[in-house]
């Protein structure tokens, strides 16, 4: 919002069905030992094994340093996606609220996100979600065989295409 006020400006006033994950639930769904925990726990497709490897990294350099203090939100960047996808068993909380951003080329609050009872557009706000069913749900659709990518030869792909 802060880095392109007028954008964000555009995007709520869009019309588009928006929903925010504020930061708040975000750090609730940041914990890198729940997940690295569970996708020990999953079978190992290559989806898995990348996040478990990456993850346990940036969890490994958060430890090491604090200048990755910051590193487990990235967990948090993942939730807009699961949110999106609509899981019923991570049962988010949405709140529908008016609001609008301020874009008026003073920095001191351009950026800012406030509630508008009188010319807001109404957005979803992501008020709570289940994290342990939100931990459960990404560490499964990684270690789904179903979803995973095969990676074959292109004429390997040619004959699957041409089934």
């Not at 509630?115 to 807001?120: A, E, L, R």
Request: charged fraction near 20%; proline fraction near 4%; avoid cysteine.
């Amino acid at each position: 919002m802060f880095l392109d006020p007028l954008a964000a400006k555009t995007v709520i006033e869009s019309g588009l069905d928006i929903t925010f994950v504020p930061l708040d639930v975000q750090q609730r769904v940041s914990s890198f030992p729940m997940v690295i925990q569970k996708l020990q726990l999953r079978i190992k497709t290559p989806e898995a094994v990348f996040a478990h490897r990456l993850l346990s990294r940036l969890h490994h350099l958060q430890q090491l340093h604090h200048r990755y203090h910051h590193m487990d939100m990235f967990l948090g960047e993942i939730l807009g996606a699961i949110i999106l996808a609509n899981h019923p068993l991570i049962r988010p909380v949405l709140q529908e609220t008016p609001i609008n951003v301020s874009a008026t080329g003073d920095v001191s609050v351009d950026g800012q996100v406030y509630i508008d009872t009188k010319h807001g557009r109404l957005v979803n706000i992501l008020k709570s979600l289940d994290s342990e069913a939100y931990y459960g749900h990404f560490t499964d659709m990684l270690g789904d065989r179903v979803q995973s990518a095969v990676i074959g030869s292109f004429e390997e792909q040619k004959k699957i295409w041409s089934k």
